[in-house]
């Protein structure tokens, strides 16, 4: 079995932690951030200082995926998310039979136990603490890697890490979990490698987030999806642990208009103006600002350039490898399944012929989580596109059969119980929009129910409502 360092101790760096120490290696997490998880929830939600991850107090929603692993990979840490008051949400329990046909056994797939970041990340911790053969170090960061030279001309072999405080730590392989800002890129270049290739746009979104709580504990009634498409807005009405949930408001960042969106009053009158969520705002705020985020980048790494890796020794695992705009809140999933992967991989690849294992991480990426990736890039492209040409007063229509199809999807599946499960499968990632239209006839039926997406009644307000609430 192996020494491994895990740099960062995110959703991906302890979850990576856990399985490779739960599989016999030796493993050591070193985390930036030196605060330890707070016992209560409000302590983490109020208190836990995590500033190496920019998004910890946005909005967050772990999808049914998510679930579906801690359930089958790590259920210590369910018992630990339940503790903490984490909620089982499952929509085909709450919406009309007409939209579900009604409750099926099987759609106890699409529960998903979620929970406001911190409250999650705690319990990661928490179980983390118990794992025996990990060590979880905080307020250690890398600086840098270690190498004893190159396997092949300009591939260094990394054998470890040095701290910011100078200390040097061995270890048969770096597993990379320092988040979409990770400094590997740098790292790597520092130790003569050829830099990773890299594909990096600013999504174009801007986030205005804040949570709730409600007086008894309840959750408020779903009256649409959790992310909804609202003209040139979009929202997010994510349900949370301890009958709390959070809420955004999605815009383009080149929408100057809104920017008035980080004023709360702004803020609570736009969401008023909103008919099918307005009633998730009749509650306890639980900040008194609006939380926003900008620039957040879709990001994709490739550690294989030119057929070749870039370095051995060392492998990215979830944002570090790939990240995109979060309204899909897809990313601890996916993550999550990438670490699941590696884990995997170690079982029956060796570290004793680092080439081999860089490579075939590469492919086993690019088969397993990639998919994941590619389509959360497009939905995010198109929406973007859509927004800007809706603030220009334009009609969308890229004429692209892909963004066709998953509209008419949507569209589709308030109509088709079949089309209602197949669309949340994408929802609750444990599908790509290929694989739920691949079977015979799915396509033929999204075309017949929902070919006029366009069409559909719509309860967003017009730009002019919109910019006439957001000025007030
Ligand atoms: C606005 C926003 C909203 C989101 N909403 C959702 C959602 O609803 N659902 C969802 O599934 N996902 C969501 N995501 C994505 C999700 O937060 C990430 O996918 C997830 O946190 C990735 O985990 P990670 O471990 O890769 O990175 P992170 O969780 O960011 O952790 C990286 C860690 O590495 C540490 N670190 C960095 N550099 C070093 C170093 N040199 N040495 C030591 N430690 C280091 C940092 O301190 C940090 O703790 C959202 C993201 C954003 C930006």
Redesign the pocket.
Known sequence: MARIVV???????LTSGMLLARDGHDVTV????AASPPDTPDDAWNSWD?R????FR??????PR?RALLESELPDVVVEAEALGALRYNPMRLVPDEMSGGYRDTDAEFVALTAR?PVMEAALARACARTPGLDVRRG????ALLSDGDVASGVPNVVGVRTDAGDELHADLVVD???????LPAMLTALGARAPEEELEDSGFM?YGRHFRSVDGSIPPLMCGLLMPWGTVSTST?PGDNGTWGLAIITSAKDAALRALRDVDTWMRTWRALPLVAHWVDAEPLDDEVAI?AK?EDRHRSFVVDGLPVATGVLA????WA?TN?SL???????FMHAVELRDLLRVASIDFPMELAQRWHEVTEATVEPYYRATLDFDRHRLAEIDAGIEGKMYDPGDPQWEIGQALTAAAAKDPDLFRAWLKIIAVFACPDEVLAPPGVVQKVVELGANWRDEPSFAPTREELLAVVGG
Request: glycine residues 20%.
């Open positions: 740099i960062g101790g995110g959703v991906g760096g070193l985390e930036r951030d995590r190496g991850v920019n998004q946005m909005v967050h929603f772990f999808a998510f970041r250690v960061a890398v600086s979990a320092a988040g979409r800002r990770s400094s986030y994510l985020m957040i695992v979830a944002d570090s990240c979060p809140g897809r990313g601890a999933a996916i993550g």
